[in-house]
């Protein structure tokens, strides 16, 4: 079983490889994990662990047919989630990645539909320089990069702030101050022709 107390750690140099032994734990275990990236605190799920992410739709109170990103540390990782890289979506992730791009592909069979919103795609992104980019390229699996907040609230710019959405629902903090905040991360469909940008961020047009 998960622990009963929620675990707040600093990110700090001389507390990465108990942030990275802490969260593997939880996520192995199914178990939820907040985190910040380049604009606010996220929260982190293993993406192929079906009960997990269906734990997380249930603590953000989020419809079924909303999908939820995910982030990779790698193109390796990004492979094991989708079926190709389109040619079109190439030259972006040479531009843009790590950074606040999402690009939208189709899924692969063992992504959970509930997080493609059973449309049979997926939003992925390396994350920019952040904790989140270095998280996740040590933990070497694709974890979920929803804003840590309940569906239609403002997110979540502080460990202080998850903890007032959620109390001790969350298994595990990564505490790195107050986030950077700012615009969300620009949303581009590479699974049509021509790609079709669903939302403008912090890449421009």
């Not at 675990?7 to 939820?32: A, F, H, M, Q, W």
């Not at 929260?43 to 734990?55: F, H, I, R």
């Not at 509930?114 to 270095?134: C, D, Q």
Request: aromatic share 6%.
């Amino acid at each position: 079983m998960l622990q009963s107390i929620m675990l707040i750690i600093p990110y700090r140099d001389n507390t990465r490889d108990k942030i990275i032994s802490e969260s593997l734990d939880v996520l192995k275990k199914g178990g939820v994990i907040a985190y910040p990236t380049e604009s606010f605190y996220a929260l982190g799920v293993a993406a192929t662990d079906e009960n997990a992410v269906k734990k997380l739709f249930a603590l953000k109170k989020r419809p079924a047919d909303k999908a939820l990103p995910l982030i990779v540390g790698d193109r390796f990782m990004l492979i094991t989630c989708i079926h190709e890289i389109p040619l079109e979506a190439e030259d972006l992730i040479k531009r843009f990645w790590p950074g606040p791009l999402t690009l939208i592909f189709k899924a692969k069979e063992h992504i959970p539909k509930l997080l493609t919103g059973n449309t049979g795609k997926v939003a992925i992104r390396i994350p920019g320089e952040s904790a989140a980019l270095h998280l996740v390229r040590e933990l070497k699996l694709p974890i979920t990069a929803t804003s840590a907040n309940p569906s239609s609230m403002p997110p979540a710019d502080s460990a202080d702030k998850v903890i007032d959405y959620y109390e001790d629902k969350i298994d595990l903090i990564i505490d790195a101050g107050k986030s950077a905040g700012g615009k969300p991360s620009t949303i581009i469909d590479v699974t049509v022709l021509p790609p079709k940008v669903l939302r403008e961020g912090s890449v421009s047009l």
